[in-house]
Every structure is written in C-alpha cells, then in structure tokens.
C-alpha cells in the first residue's frame, strides 16, 4: 500500500535549520510530483512547495521567502525539505503529499523556539 513516512522535525532556535525527508513506498515514485505542506494550531493545512517528477521544476509559498528549498531523490524515493532561518510562525505539523492520487504522511512536528 502507499507510505509516506516524515521525519527529521524537531525543536529548532530561530534562525537555526531543519531538514525534513518523507521516504516514499507503494507508488511509481518517480512518476508523481510531490509537495509539503504545513498546519499550525488553530490554523487551515497550507501548501509550502512543490517539486515536479525529475526535480526540475519548483514552487514555493510567498512565506518561504527563499528560505526553504524542495528536493527530491528518486533513486532513494525521498523527497527533502530544507529549512533555513527559521522562525516561530514557521512552528507546525509539516507534511508530504502525492500529487497524483493525494495520498498524505501522517506529519512531522517542526517547533520554532527559544
């Protein structure tokens, strides 16, 4: 069956950095473009980047404000999230989803704090 399995969140310092990874399973990995997602508390999911099947074409949330790249290994079935300069609003339960059937991770908790 499909996996989408995060990992690598954790208690950050801002301005310090974090790499997520979500290792894929179960689907033609490297046929499926595939995204982040983050929610806050209180607050709806909201989109962070995207990365399209090769790795050559990128979008990212006006919030990312080049401070986070996408990436993606398909040899490995892994997609990345690297964060730099964070900040306490970035604080949230980040997430990867496959863009062709919708198929979600269960999360990843990212906290921003002194």
């Known amino acids: 069956q499909v996996q989408l399995v995060e990992s690598g969140g954790g208690l950050v310092q801002p301005g310090g950095s974090l790499t997520l990874s979500c290792a894929a399973s179960g689907f033609s990995f490297s046929s499926r473009a595939m995204s982040w997602h983050r929610q806050a508390p209180g607050k709806d999911r909201e989109l962070v980047a995207t990365v399209s099947t090769t790795g050559s074409s990128t979008t990212y949330a006006p919030f990312v404000k080049g401070r986070f790249t996408i990436s993606r290994d398909n040899a490995k079935n892994t997609v990345y999230l690297q964060m730099n300069r964070l900040v306490p609003e970035d604080t949230a339960v980040y997430y990867c989803?496959?863009?062709?059937?919708?198929?979600w991770g269960q999360g990843t908790q990212v906290t921003v704090s002194s």
């Open positions: 989803r496959e863009l062709g059937f919708g198929y």
